[in-house]
């Protein structure tokens, strides 16, 4: 069983910048895949960005993508999504997930095993 805890949350300014942090609790995170979704008020779940267990791949959302920045450091069991140039529309709860159950339909239908209990991101304008 892995625990993710997420963190560096917070309320910014449009433009600016946030890195948000992902600690699991077993050194097994080295050996999953993980990813980052967020969830508006009102609205579904929605991918972010995708990076393999070994981190040579990634994989990114639409609406993120040149903006944002998955990665991770297995020797500190821990994953990040750098977010540059935040929008007001980035505003959402974003959770972090690992351990791919469902590799059907690509990084961005991918199911996930564990999940984090989410960190809050506001973007005022």
């Known amino acids: 069983q892995v625990q993710l805890v997420e963190s560096g949350g917070g309320l910014v300014q449009a433009g600016d ?6 600690a699991a609790s077993e050194r ?3 050996r999953y895949a993980m990813a980052w979704f967020r969830q508006a008020p009102g609205k579904e779940r929605e991918f972010v960005a995708h990076i393999s267990w070994s ?3 990634t994989y990114y959302g639409d609406s993120v993508k040149g903006r944002f920045t998955i990665s991770r450091d297995s020797a500190k069991n821990t994953g990040y999504l750098q977010m540059d140039s ?3 529309d980035d505003t959402a709860v974003y959770y972090c997930a690992a351990g791919v159950v469902s590799n ?4 961005g239908q ?3 095993l564990y999940w984090g209990q989410g960190t809050q991101v506001t973007v005022s304008s």
């Open 17 to 22: 910048s946030l890195r948000l942090s992902c």
């Open 28 to 30: 097994t995170f080295s």
């Open 55 to 57: 981190g040579a791949n």
């Open 86 to 88: 935040l929008k007001p």
């Open 104 to 107: 059907l339909g690509g990084p």
């Open 110 to 112: 991918y199911k996930y």
